[in-house]
């Protein structure tokens, strides 16, 4: 599934760049690596034709054993005078940080796309290339992270330093959601994009840190996770890099109060799930893509499990006081086809009154399936 997911990526960033298109291997472009630190890659571009080539655009993947996760994408980002292809070997240097933001080591993979100019090589083309950022052995530093308040959209967290050495926090971070085969990788919805080093952290001293993570991954349903941020370090003159990681569980309904949010009508067909429901409240209520579900056994409430790690799109809709809306979800997404049974749907709204911070509640979908 992921690596569809991946050649899915890779085949709308071809169709972004133009109408045409072009067999990959008939294009006169070889691009091949010169070297590689820990932030810069200088790539050569050898263009064996007489026309002039441009990337318009690169995609930039971890590479984690069979996945690759998109962690950059950049349309008509690079420029011209500094990654065309002249006919005959052409020098191009990436600047890690710039373009992508600052990652630990590890191996990598770059797609460039674009599109070239001439009548024989007219459309679309793509180019990859496969990389290693290289680092020092960890020499795993006493360096410890502590969750704080952590939901499903921001996750908080304390950094200490327990060690000799001055660590340097990275802003990248992977997130990953615990189901009946241990901790598996929450998959982001879109591509992702951190920025450089995010602080210092002296020997003896403690940050707190703060990401906003529904840009990339949506909002996250219930359940435990576990999330690694990243330190550098200098190692006996090398840069060095440490996972840091903790854990934290999305607990659901029972912190939060429910709002007067009434059901007009549900119905299931097959496992598309149809609602509409009114606004009782004195205030405009807001609510996204994201639920989860429950069965009924006996007098309890059990959430199910989904089939791997759901990840819902950011998207707000609003509801004024008094107002019906309407709202559909594909259960077999999350869930495949669930058993029969009595079952109810659990849909965060957020409040105006509650200015969007504190104010999330839940409101409830009872449903058969049969």
């Known amino acids: 599934m992921k690596k569809?997911?991946?050649?899915?990526?890779?085949?709308?960033?071809?169709?972004?760049?133009?109408?045409?298109?072009?067999?990959?291997?008939?294009?006169p472009l070889e691009i091949t690596v010169k070297s590689v630190s820990q932030t810069?890659?200088?790539?050569?571009?050898?263009?064996?034709g007489e026309e002039i080539i441009v990337p318009d655009?690169?995609?930039?993947?971890?590479?984690?054993?069979?996945?690759?996760?998109l962690l950059g994408k950049y349309d008509g980002y690079l420029s011209e005078d500094k990654f065309s292809a002249q006919p005959g070997e052409n020098e191009?240097?990436?600047?890690?940080?710039?373009?992508?933001?600052?990652?630990?080591?590890?191996?990598?993979?770059?797609?460039?796309?674009?599109?070239?100019?001439?009548e024989r090589y007219n459309g679309n083309w793509y180019k990859e290339i496969e990389f290693e950022i290289p680092g020092a052995e960890s020499e795993e530093?006493?360096?410890?992270?502590?969750?704080?308040?952590?939901?499903?959209?921001?996750?908080?967290?304390?950094?200490?330093?327990?060690?000799?050495?001055?660590?340097?926090?990275?802003?990248?971070?992977?997130?990953?959601?615990?189901?009946?085969?241990?901790?598996?990788?929450?998959?982001?919805?879109?591509?992702?994009?951190?920025?450089?080093?995010?602080?210092?952290?002296?020997p003896g001293e403690n940050i707190d840190t703060f990401n906003r993570t529904d840009r990339g991954y949506g909002v996250r349903p219930i359940g435990k996770y576990k999330v690694e941020f990243y330190v550098e370090y200098d190692s006996n003159g090398k840069t060095a890099c440490q996972?840091?990681?903790?854990?934290?569980?999305?607990?659901?309904?029972?912190?939060?109060?429910?709002?007067?949010?009434?059901?007009?009508?549900?119905?299931?067909?097959?496992?598309?799930?149809?609602?509409?429901?009114?606004?009782?409240?004195?205030?405009?209520?807001?609510?996204g893509e994201d639920y989860f579900i429950q069965k009924l056994e006996g007098e309890d409430w059990i959430t199910v499990e989904p089939l791997g790690t759901p990840g819902f799109d950011t998207v707000l809709y609003t509801l004024n006081s008094g107002?019906?809306?309407?709202?559909?979800?594909d259960l077999s997404l999350i869930y495949g086809e669930i058993q029969k049974g009595s079952y109810r749907l659990v849909k965060p709204v957020f409040t105006d009154a509650d200015n969007y911070?504190?104010?999330?509640?839940?409101?409830f979908f009872e449903f058969e399936k049969e």
């Open 141 to 202: 530093l006493n360096v410890t992270a502590e969750a704080e308040d952590c939901d499903n959209i921001d996750i908080k967290a304390k950094i200490t330093n327990n060690s000799e050495k001055e660590v340097f926090l990275l802003e990248y971070r992977e997130i990953f959601y615990e189901t009946e085969n241990g901790f598996e990788r929450f998959e982001p919805v879109r591509g992702l994009h951190f920025g450089d080093i995010k602080a210092k952290i002296l």
């Open 92 to 118: 191009w240097v990436m600047d890690i940080p710039k373009l992508f933001g600052t990652f630990p080591s590890g191996k990598y993979k770059m797609i460039f796309g674009g599109f070239s100019v001439g």
């Open 40 to 48: 810069e890659i200088v790539l050569s571009a050898k263009n064996l």
């Open 243 to 287: 996972a840091v990681p903790f854990e934290f569980e999305i607990t659901g309904f029972e912190e939060f109060n429910i709002v007067p949010v009434w059901e007009e009508s549900v119905s299931i067909s097959g496992t598309v799930f149809n609602t509409k429901f009114l606004n009782g409240f004195n205030n405009k209520i807001r609510y």
């Open 357 to 363: 911070t504190n104010g999330k509640h839940y409101v």
């Open 4 to 27: 569809i997911v991946t050649i899915l990526l890779a085949l709308l960033f071809l169709c972004s760049c133009g109408e045409g298109e072009t067999d990959t291997n008939l294009l």
């Open 57 to 69: 655009g690169a995609d930039f993947y971890k590479i984690d054993g069979d996945e690759e996760i």
């Open 323 to 329: 107002e019906t809306g309407e709202w559909t979800a």
